[in-house]
């Protein structure tokens, strides 16, 4: 089971970086600088990592390369260095037997939790997947992971996510299918358990403030269920961490403050209200009142996401676009993956330029320019 101390801070709602891999121009893992990235997240607020995951790239379980557990060793060893607890998440891929093995070295290594990809079992039903995803559970507690088939995920039926979250070790779920309507599947799913103990995680790079602001209800049992996502598990937030820091702290705060703007009140300058549709005021909350600059944000997150994950190629240059203002922040040398293939797609360093240049208040690079050097020493 989850440490009880973890489980609240997750509960709580952190940002999540999901770790890329730091390489040399030899595509060998360059170790001064996979530290110096785990150093980073943590200097900005982060309030834990996610290792071995999709954007660290899945190609390091392959035994000719065998990375794995140096990866997850080298982010533990800079976890362990930090001043307070972090939340410690390791991807778990494969089948049944790969993934029990795969729990058992993160369990080991000292992390809390498995972010338990189900793409290796695309021909599985929801018996077959559920089945796998009990026997992983009992050897560390899990984190579900919609991930969206764009990058290798399948679908995940409204039944099968009912079914996941009634096995007992699930702590949250990432949900990225960046999909809103399977999106809302997966949260009315754990709003119909009746479990509160599962933190829910946006993972969708497209939707990421919207999701974090907007409240999920549903009619259950002849009441009014309520869930919203606390936190992000995202490869967005691999870049640009101190700003997702303090954008996570902007929608924790709206999503608290409540009472100020009531329909019948009076709305602040610059803010949305839900129009008058036959609700009564105390239908509604602050969650239903969102600055107009919020609103604008989503944008300009969404759309700077666009060109670093490269969502106008099907997202075949999401990893490299990551590395790239990585590289340009000097905390990676280059953009070199293990799969000699994939890069920045052509017309991608041109929209990765344009979006830098409009929105030059999301990114990071005083921050990263001030303490460079202090995360970059051996």
């Given at each position: 089971m989850l440490d009880p101390e973890i489980h609240k801070i997750l509960q709580q709602g952190i940002v999540i970086p999901a770790h890329p891999l730091a390489l040399d121009a030899n595509r060998r893992l360059d170790e001064r600088r996979q530290r110096a990235l785990s150093r980073y997240y943590i200097a900005a607020g982060a309030g834990g990592l996610a290792v071995g995951v999709h954007t660290t790239q899945f190609a390091i379980r392959d035994p000719i390369i065998g990375l794995f557990r140096a990866v997850l060793t080298i982010a533990a060893e800079e976890m362990d260095r930090a001043d307070g607890p972090l939340v410690r998440i390791a991807g778990i891929c494969?089948?049944?037997?790969?993934?029990?093995?795969?729990?058992?070295?993160?369990?080991?290594?000292?992390?809390?939790?498995?972010?338990l990809s189900l793409a290796a079992m695309r021909e599985a039903d929801d018996h077959q997947l559920i089945t796998h995803c009990r026997t992983v559970a009992k050897i560390i507690p899990v984190v579900g992971f919609y991930l969206q088939p764009a990058v290798g995920g399948r679908i995940l039926s409204y039944r099968f996510w009912r079914r996941f979250v009634e096995i007992e070790n699930v702590v949250?779920?990432?949900?990225?299918?960046?999909?809103?309507?399977?999106t809302i599947d997966t949260i009315r799913a754990v709003a119909e358990s009746g479990r509160e103990d599962i933190a829910l995680y946006t993972g969708n790079d497209d939707n990421i403030v919207m999701d974090l602001l907007t409240p999920y209800r549903f009619t259950v049992g002849g009441r009014s269920v309520?869930?919203?996502?606390?936190?992000?598990?995202?490869g967005h937030w691999a870049v640009w961490t101190r700003s997702a820091v303090e954008l996570l702290h902007e929608c924790h705060r709206l999503v608290a403050k409540r009472g100020l703007s009531r329909y019948l009140g009076r709305a602040p300058r610059g803010s949305v209200v839900a129009p008058k549709m036959g609700l009564s005021p105390s239908a509604l909350d602050a969650g239903d009142t969102i600055p107009a600059e919020m609103l604008r944000r989503s944008i300009e997150i969404t759309d700077a996401n666009a060109a670093l994950f490269d969502a106008a190629n099907g997202f075949a240059g999401c990893i490299a676009g990551l590395h790239e203002i990585l590289r340009r922040q000097g905390l990676f040398e280059g953009i070199w993956c293990l799969n000699r293939s994939e890069g920045l797609s052509p017309g991608q360093i041109g929209e990765i330029d344009r979006v830098c240049s409009a929105y030059p208040h999301l990114n990071d690079d005083r921050f990263v320019a001030e303490h460079r050097d202090e995360w970059l020493q051996a």
């Amino acid at each position: 089971m989850l440490d009880p101390e973890i489980h609240k801070i997750l509960q709580q709602g952190i940002v999540i970086p999901a770790h890329p891999l730091a390489l040399d121009a030899n595509r060998r893992l360059d170790e001064r600088r996979q530290r110096a990235l785990s150093r980073y997240y943590i200097a900005a607020g982060a309030g834990g990592l996610a290792v071995g995951v999709h954007t660290t790239q899945f190609a390091i379980r392959d035994p000719i390369i065998g990375l794995f557990r140096a990866v997850l060793t080298i982010a533990a060893e800079e976890m362990d260095r930090a001043d307070g607890p972090l939340v410690r998440i390791a991807g778990i891929c494969g089948q049944t037997a790969q993934a029990v093995a795969e729990a058992e070295l993160i369990r080991d290594l000292g992390y809390h939790a498995g972010l338990l990809s189900l793409a290796a079992m695309r021909e599985a039903d929801d018996h077959q997947l559920i089945t796998h995803c009990r026997t992983v559970a009992k050897i560390i507690p899990v984190v579900g992971f919609y991930l969206q088939p764009a990058v290798g995920g399948r679908i995940l039926s409204y039944r099968f996510w009912r079914r996941f979250v009634e096995i007992e070790n699930v702590v949250a779920i990432k949900i990225a299918p960046f999909n809103r309507y399977q999106t809302i599947d997966t949260i009315r799913a754990v709003a119909e358990s009746g479990r509160e103990d599962i933190a829910l995680y946006t993972g969708n790079d497209d939707n990421i403030v919207m999701d974090l602001l907007t409240p999920y209800r549903f009619t259950v049992g002849g009441r009014s269920v309520e869930r919203r996502m606390v936190g992000g598990l995202l490869g967005h937030w691999a870049v640009w961490t101190r700003s997702a820091v303090e954008l996570l702290h902007e929608c924790h705060r709206l999503v608290a403050k409540r009472g100020l703007s009531r329909y019948l009140g009076r709305a602040p300058r610059g803010s949305v209200v839900a129009p008058k549709m036959g609700l009564s005021p105390s239908a509604l909350d602050a969650g239903d009142t969102i600055p107009a600059e919020m609103l604008r944000r989503s944008i300009e997150i969404t759309d700077a996401n666009a060109a670093l994950f490269d969502a106008a190629n099907g997202f075949a240059g999401c990893i490299a676009g990551l590395h790239e203002i990585l590289r340009r922040q000097g905390l990676f040398e280059g953009i070199w993956c293990l799969n000699r293939s994939e890069g920045l797609s052509p017309g991608q360093i041109g929209e990765i330029d344009r979006v830098c240049s409009a929105y030059p208040h999301l990114n990071d690079d005083r921050f990263v320019a001030e303490h460079r050097d202090e995360w970059l020493q051996a």
